[in-house]
C-alpha cells in the first residue's frame, strides 16, 4: 500500500523514470499492513516550452527518506502531498516539513477503489491545514486528473508569489 507517488510521475509526465522498485517490509515493522515499499526516487519531467522544463521527483514518505528533501526543496516550486485517507497521519510530518519552511503546497488526496472518500474540508480539518492550502481530489492512475492537480499547484504558487508580504516592501 502507497500513496501512488510513483504512479502520478509517471502518469502525468511526458518522459519519466518511475523507481518503483518494490522491497518487502518486515512484519515486525511499524508498516501498517504493507507488504513492500519503494526504496527509490521517481523522476520524470515536462518540457513546457523549450526553454521551460519542469522537473518532478516522487519520493516516499517514510522517515528515512527525509533526508532528501531539503535538497529536492532548494529551487523547488513546490510539492504536491499525495495523500491516502486510510494513512492520512503519513502526510503529517511533509505537511508540518512544507508550513515550517513557507514553501506553498497542495494536497491531493489520492481516491483509491477500497478507500473511503472525503470532501476536501475534511481532509483540511484532519490534517489541520490553513484554507491558504488548496487540497483536491485525484486519480494517480488518470493523467488529467495528475495535471488537474499540477495545474492547480502552479496557480496556487503563482498566487502565493503575488501576494503581499507582511513586513516586506511591496
Same mark, same amino acid.
Given at each position: 500500500?502507497?500513496?501512488?507517488?510513483?504512479?502520478?510521475?509517471?502518469?502525468?509526465?511526458?518522459?519519466?523514470?518511475?523507481?518503483?522498485?518494490?522491497?518487502?517490509?518486515?512484519?515486525?515493522?511499524?508498516?501498517?499492513?504493507?507488504?513492500?515499499?519503494?526504496?527509490?526516487?521517481?523522476?520524470?519531467?515536462?518540457?513546457?516550452?523549450?526553454?521551460?522544463?519542469?522537473?518532478?521527483?516522487?519520493?516516499?514518505?517514510?522517515?528515512?527518506?527525509?533526508?532528501?528533501?531539503?535538497?529536492?526543496?532548494?529551487?523547488?516550486?513546490?510539492?504536491? &502531498?499525495?495523500?491516502?485517507?486510510?494513512?492520512?497521519?503519513?502526510?503529517?510530518?511533509?505537511?508540518?516539513?512544507?508550513?515550517?519552511?513557507?514553501?506553498?503546497?497542495?494536497?491531493? &488526496?489520492?481516491?483509491?477503489?477500497?478507500?473511503?472518500?472525503?470532501?476536501?474540508?475534511? &481532509?483540511?480539518?484532519?490534517?489541520?491545514?490553513?484554507?491558504?492550502?488548496?487540497?483536491?481530489?485525484?486519480?494517480?492512475?488518470?493523467?488529467?486528473?495528475?495535471?488537474?492537480?499540477?495545474?492547480?499547484?502552479?496557480?496556487?504558487?503563482?498566487? &502565493?508569489?503575488?501576494?503581499?508580504?507582511?513586513?516586506?516592501?511591496?
Amino acid at each position: 500500500m502507497e500513496s501512488g507517488e510513483c504512479r502520478w510521475v509517471d502518469v502525468v509526465a511526458a518522459r519519466s523514470i518511475p523507481a518503483c522498485w518494490a522491497w518487502p517490509v518486515s512484519p515486525c515493522s511499524s508498516s501498517g499492513g504493507k507488504t513492500t515499499t519503494t526504496v527509490a526516487l521517481d523522476f520524470g519531467r515536462i518540457t513546457i516550452a523549450p526553454d521551460l522544463v519542469l522537473y518532478l521527483f516522487g519520493t516516499p514518505g517514510q522517515d528515512r527518506f527525509w533526508f532528501m528533501w531539503n535538497e529536492l526543496s532548494s529551487g523547488a516550486l513546490g510539492p504536491v &502531498v499525495l495523500a491516502d485517507t486510510r494513512r492520512l497521519s503519513d502526510c503529517f510530518a511533509a505537511v508540518d516539513y512544507f508550513e515550517s519552511r513557507r514553501i506553498p503546497f497542495v494536497v491531493a &488526496v489520492n481516491c483509491f477503489d477500497d478507500a473511503d472518500i472525503y470532501a476536501g474540508d475534511e &481532509v483540511r480539518g484532519a490534517l489541520d491545514l490553513s484554507d491558504a492550502v488548496p487540497v483536491l481530489l485525484c486519480d494517480a492512475r488518470d493523467r488529467n486528473s495528475a495535471k488537474h492537480v499540477l495545474i492547480c499547484l502552479l496557480e496556487h504558487v503563482m498566487a &502565493v508569489a503575488a501576494a503581499p508580504h507582511p513586513g516586506l516592501p511591496g
